[in-house]
């Protein structure tokens, strides 16, 4: 009679658990984080370490990561810094998708399982912290600042303006959103087959100075894109508008960007034929 006694209460016990355990599950009490691990210059492999993290509503994936490494191992390697999605260093893939991990809820995603891996595209350095040195290459070498002659200052009792008007301003403003989180660029199936093709970010800063009327380099802009590796690369397969976490439209920038460049060559092409036709009629 004890023994029954104590298997029912044993019983109870265990459904008390199990109810508790479900509930924790549904309120998301816990979540579990998989995080990639690898160290290239130790191993070639890698492999998933699991942490069951505590997570509030309003607890994000970076946190959730901050917290495995602070209480459960200290070995995780993570690039952040602000932490409100303005520096673009904690840009990962979560659950699949690149996204940056401070701007990135726990209650956003529908699952318990929150895997977290490095951004394709980029060389792995550690975990989930990648190599952006082309990635910052392929950028500078849009000469992403203001061309403009009349902006060397020569006499600084003669100082001008640059006035701009709002539709001016509007020409150009998405595209200086970029944070540089390489988000866009991992995302690209271009970049992953050709690693010389500058990617979304860089050729959308291009668009960026074509666009500003205060810029007067475009043509040598043109020469930077215009070539086999350049802008014809992009196949418009869009993943890096919609991966972008400020709202900033690469693909779109291309797209105007090549509509520059075809009637840059459509001008140059009737520039040749009416200097060829003047020199002919001397
Ligand atoms: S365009 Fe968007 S996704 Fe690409 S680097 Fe800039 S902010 Fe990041
Ligand atoms: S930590 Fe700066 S963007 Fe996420």
């Keep these: ?159 001008t303006e640059f006035i701009q008007s709002p539709e001016d301003v509007e020409n150009y403003l998405q595209f200086s959103y970029c944070i540089k989180c390489g988000l866009c660029y991992s995302a690209c199936p271009s970049v992953a087959s050709d690693t010389k093709f500058p990617g979304p970010q860089a050729l959308a800063q291009a668009y960026r100075y074509v666009a500003d009327n205060r810029d007067d380099a475009t043509r040598s802009r043109m020469n930077i894109v215009d070539n086999k590796h350049g802008i014809w690369r992009c196949h418009f397969a869009g993943s890096c508008s919609v991966v972008c976490p400020k709202g900033v439209d690469p693909a779109l920038g291309i797209q105007l960007l090549r509509g520059h460049l075809v009637s840059f060559s459509k001008n140059d092409k009737k520039l040749a034929e009416s200097r060829t036709r003047i020199l002919g009629k001397r």
């Excluded at 006694?5 to 998989?34: A, F, H, M, P, W």
């Design 1 to 159: 009679m004890t023994a029954l006694v104590n298997i029912k209460n044993n019983q109870t016990k265990l459904e008390g658990d199990k109810k508790k355990e479900s509930r924790i599950k549904s309120n998301r009490e816990v979540i579990q984080l998989r995080v990639y691990r690898k160290n290239s210059k130790q191993s070639k492999s890698s492999h998933f370490d699991e942490f069951t993290v505590p997570v509030q509503r309003w607890t994000t994936v970076l946190d959730a990561l901050l917290h495995a490494k602070a209480y459960l191992d200290n070995s995780i390697a993570i690039r952040y810094s602000c932490r409100m999605a303005s520096c673009g260093s904690c840009g990962m893939k979560i659950n699949g998708i690149p996204r940056l991990a401070c701007y990135t809820k726990v209650s956003e995603i529908n699952e318990n399982i929150i895997t977290c891996e490095p951004l394709p595209n980029f060389p792995i350095i550690r975990d989930l912290v990648g190599d952006f040195s082309d990635f910052f290459q392929h950028h500078s070498s849009m000469e992403p600042f203001i061309h403009n002659q009349n902006a060397d200052i020569v006499d600084k009792n003669n100082l």
